[in-house]
Each structure stands twice: as structure tokens, then as C-alpha cells.
């Protein structure tokens, strides 16, 4: 009689994940420097995929590369 809806969400958070290391493999004649500048993330801080996208973003904007694959550990240290 009131036109009202209630919607209850049940949502599972998995579990939190930080930035590891970073690992430059297959790039022998760019400065790992200059790759290392262009990461948006710091080693420890909580991870956000948007930093990962930024980060490819930086890369392909430098035109030295005819691919680029940022990849992630399987499972959780």
C-alpha cells in the first residue's frame, strides 16, 4: 500500500592486500630508473587497482613499448 521497497545486500569482503615489491623483468635497454618513476605505488601501502591502471597509463604514454603486463602474485603473502 505505500509503493516501498527493502533491500537488504549481504557482501563478502575478501581479504586486504597491500602493494609488494615491484619486479622490472624483459626491459634491459630502458633505465630501470626511469620505469621505476612512472609506478604509482608504494611497496606496503593498501592496494588499489586505479594506481595499477595510472601506472599502465604512464607506461603506454611513453611510446617505448609494444606491450606492457603488469601482473600480481596468485595468493596473498
Do not use: Q
Not at 630501470?32 to 601501502?45: N, Q, S, V, Y
Request: aromatic share 10%; proline share 4%.
Amino acid at each position: 500500500s505505500t509503493h516501498t521497497v527493502s533491500v537488504n545486500f549481504s557482501v563478502e569482503v575478501g581479504p586486504f592486500a597491500r602493494f609488494g615489491e615491484t619486479t622490472i623483468e624483459g626491459c634491459s635497454t630502458i633505465n630501470k630508473t626511469f620505469l621505476l618513476r612512472k609506478i604509482e605505488w608504494i611497496a606496503g601501502e593498501p592496494y588499489d587497482p586505479s594506481k595499477v591502471t595510472r601506472t599502465m597509463e604512464a607506461l603506454e604514454g611513453a611510446n617505448l613499448f609494444s606491450s606492457i603486463n603488469i601482473s600480481h602474485a596468485e595468493e596473498l603473502a
